[in-house]
T-cell receptor, first 119, second 111 residues
Framework: AQKITQTQPGMFVQEKEAVTLDCTYD???????LFWYKQPSSGEMIFLIY??????QNATEGRYSLNFQKARKSANLVISASQLGDSAMYFC????????????????FGTGTQLKVEL | DAGITQSPRHKVTETGTPVTLRCHQT?????MYWYRQDPGHGLRLIHY???????DKGEVSDGYSVSRSKTEDFLLTLESATSSQTSVYFC??????????FGSGTRLTVV
């Protein structure tokens, strides 16, 4: 079963507009973490934002915010005031603690959303 | 200086030959991961390590083995490379509960 689901293979947004990238997850672990990474065309993976499962407030980092809805198991990324430099692939990821391996952290990614910012 | 170094950056190899990719970190991170990235599949976990000599399989481990004899090095071996293993391979490391760091990737082509 898919642990992380990103249902939008591609998205377009006008410059200066806000955009929401969807991410749903599946876990039975009460302690987990959710991440968003950006991958520009150059290929590097850039960490954007993190949300812990016990965090009461939604995470924010500059123009990035994470809309965390625990009951729905969703962790959508909101980018405000889009810029041309935001054009990239965006990945949602989940960290789970694997008890059987003595607490090893397993980090699983979704298939990504390709975002294109237009003038 | 880069905290994570992957080598080689590019490699072309023939079907049936063994290949080893190296991930070296200077961060003293406990956790290390190997992923492959293919169009339409995102990043898929091959193997991960949660300590020296402690490793576990990911979702696409068939045809791959790993070793971690010291904290800083995590090796990924393709015992007998196949064309389906042509991909971009990423190594990642982490210590705390957030902020995993990625290497620059290795582009492997199996002909």
């Amino acid at each position: 079963a898919q642990k992380i689901t990103q249902t939008q293979p591609g998205m377009f947004v006008q410059e200066k507009e806000a955009v929401t990238l969807d991410c749903t997850y599946d876990t039975s672990d009460p302690s987990y973490g959710l991440f968003w990474y950006k991958q520009p065309s150059s290929g590097e993976m850039i960490f954007l934002i993190y949300q812990g499962s016990y965090d009461q407030q939604n995470a924010t980092e500059g123009r990035y915010s994470l809309n965390f809805q625990k009951a729905r198991k969703s962790a959508n990324l909101v980018i405000s005031a889009s810029q041309l430099g935001d054009s990239a692939m965006y990945f949602c990821a989940m960290r789970e603690v694997i008890i059987l391996t003595g607490g090893g952290n397993k980090l699983t990614f979704g298939t990504g959303t390709q975002l294109k910012v237009e003038l | 200086d880069a905290g994570i170094t992957q080598s080689p950056r590019h490699k072309v190899t023939e079907t049936g030959t063994p290949v080893t990719l190296r991930c070296h970190q200077t961060e003293n991170h406990r956790y290390m991961y190997w992923y492959r990235q293919d169009p339409g599949h995102g990043l898929r976990l091959i193997h991960y390590s949660y300590g020296v000599k402690d490793t576990d399989k990911g979702e696409v481990s068939d045809g791959y083995s790993v070793s971690r004899s010291k904290t800083e090095d995590f090796l990924l071996t393709l015992e007998s490379a196949t064309s389906s293993q042509t991909s971009v391979y990423f190594c990642a490391t982490g210590q705390a509960y957030y902020g995993y760091t990625f290497g620059s990737g290795t582009r492997l082509t199996v002909v």
